[in-house]
């Protein structure tokens, strides 16, 4: 369960985010766009993809294939843009077990035809690590009592209710393939569907921060650990399109830091915590020039 500071943090920065971003509905697209291919090249990488973000950049923005690549890497790319693409053009869907099965068929077509769009069935094992999914037998049943909870689960603050989706989507593990990528596709649907930003789960901390949590999870059913880090995530995407939208430049946080007199390790660490309103683009912390840092309180 959510810290109520935290749950109290993120509320009043969204608070701020939705009075600077009235009527900035073109921008906020741009914003969420321009981020695709850092979310793809993420969530791809997490996967173990072999693309850079250079090449992510390549595939979606100029159509360009500049090095060898397996093909299946190239679609998935291509396929997850085009998802996360549909996504922002209708925030609003509501979360249904046929959008889960729809956004699956179009992350693999042309990868594995014959199991996109559809759960896993008859002998349709898997396995992922030392965790085997549940019984192809249960796997439609289950993902309806799952979508159904999430939507009925209104006493649940936001971010823990999608923690535990997300957990238990994973658990359950309902396709033959991709069930990383929707996983994370769907923590944004539920997000934008609720009128926040997406968020972009990082390939760096895969093996500390995401990873672990799973195993966690699964032990012992608490999925606090992933209520935590969304949170951290979620401040980072806000305090980033409030940046975009009211400061003149945006500048490295590394710079920032000594224009300050703060040591740099000192000023990441703080990025980290998001007790300073910095961001990554392009895998490296940003902040607003005119942030004001008061040591006293930080």
């Given at each position: 369960?959510?810290?109520?500071?935290?749950?109290?943090?993120?509320?009043?920065?969204?608070?701020?985010?939705?009075?600077?971003?009235?009527?900035?509905?073109?921008?906020?697209?741009?914003?969420?766009?321009?981020?695709?291919?850092?979310?793809?090249?993420?969530?791809?990488?997490?996967?173990?993809?072999?693309?850079?973000?250079?090449?992510?950049?390549?595939?979606?923005?100029?159509?360009?294939?500049?090095?060898?690549?397996?093909?299946?890497?190239?679609?998935?790319?291509?396929?997850?843009?085009?998802?996360?693409?549909?996504?922002?053009?209708?925030?609003?869907?509501?979360?249904?077990?046929?959008?889960?099965?729809?956004?699956?068929?179009?992350?693999?077509?042309?990868?594995?035809?014959?199991?996109?769009?559809?759960?896993?069935?008859?002998?349709?094992?898997?396995?992922?690590?030392?965790?085997?999914?549940?019984?192809?037998?249960?796997?439609?049943?289950?993902?309806?009592?799952?979508?159904?909870?999430?939507?009925?689960?209104?006493?649940?603050?936001?971010?823990?209710?999608?923690?535990?989706?997300?957990?238990?989507?994973?658990?359950?593990h309902p396709f033959n393939d991709g069930n990383g990528r929707i996983g994370?596709?769907?923590?944004?649907?539920?997000?934008?569907?609720?009128?926040?930003?997406?968020?972009?789960?990082?390939?760096?901390?895969?093996?500390?921060?995401?990873?672990?949590?799973?195993?966690?999870?699964?032990?012992?059913?608490?999925?606090?650990?992933?209520?935590?880090?969304?949170?951290?995530?979620?401040?980072?995407?806000?305090?980033?399109?409030?940046?975009?939208?009211?400061?003149?430049?945006?500048?490295?946080?590394?710079?920032?830091?000594?224009?300050?007199?703060?040591?740099?390790?000192?000023?990441?660490?703080?990025?980290?915590?998001?007790?300073?309103?910095?961001?990554?683009?392009?895998?490296?912390?940003?902040?607003?020039?005119?942030?004001?840092?008061?040591?006293?309180?930080?």
């Amino acid at each position: 369960m959510i810290s109520k500071a935290i749950s109290d943090k993120i509320d009043k920065l969204f608070e701020k985010y939705q009075e600077v971003s009235a009527g900035q509905e073109k921008a906020l697209y741009n914003i969420a766009v321009a981020e695709i291919p850092e979310m793809v090249y993420n969530s791809n990488a997490i996967e173990n993809s072999t693309l850079t973000l250079q090449d992510t950049e390549d595939i979606i923005l100029r159509d360009q294939i500049t090095k060898d690549h397996d093909i299946r890497e190239i679609y998935e790319a291509k396929n997850l843009a085009k998802i996360t693409n549909e996504l922002l053009k209708s925030p609003k869907q509501n979360l249904t077990t046929g959008l889960i099965q729809s956004l699956h068929g179009i992350l693999l077509t042309g990868i594995s035809d014959s199991y996109a769009g559809r759960y896993r069935s008859g002998k349709e094992w898997v396995r992922i690590g030392a965790h085997v999914g549940a019984s192809p037998a249960f796997v439609n049943g289950l993902m309806m009592a799952l979508v159904e909870q999430y939507s009925l689960q209104t006493d649940r603050y936001f971010l823990d209710n999608i923690a535990y989706f997300h957990a238990e989507f994973e658990t359950i593990h309902p396709f033959n393939d991709g069930n990383g990528r929707i996983g994370r596709v769907l923590i944004n649907q539920q997000l934008m569907k609720l009128g926040y930003p997406p968020i972009i789960v990082q390939n760096k901390s895969k093996y500390t921060d995401y990873y672990p949590l799973f195993d966690s999870y699964r032990k012992n059913m608490n999925y606090n650990s992933f209520t935590d880090m969304f949170a951290l995530l979620l401040l980072e995407s806000l305090n980033k399109r409030i940046a975009i939208l009211t400061s003149p430049k945006i500048i490295p946080l590394s710079q920032w830091a000594k224009l300050n007199g703060v040591a740099g390790n000192i000023a990441a660490n703080k990025a980290a915590r998001q007790t300073i309103p910095a961001f990554r683009m392009h895998g490296k912390w940003m902040i607003a020039l005119d942030y004001t840092y008061i040591k006293s309180i930080n």
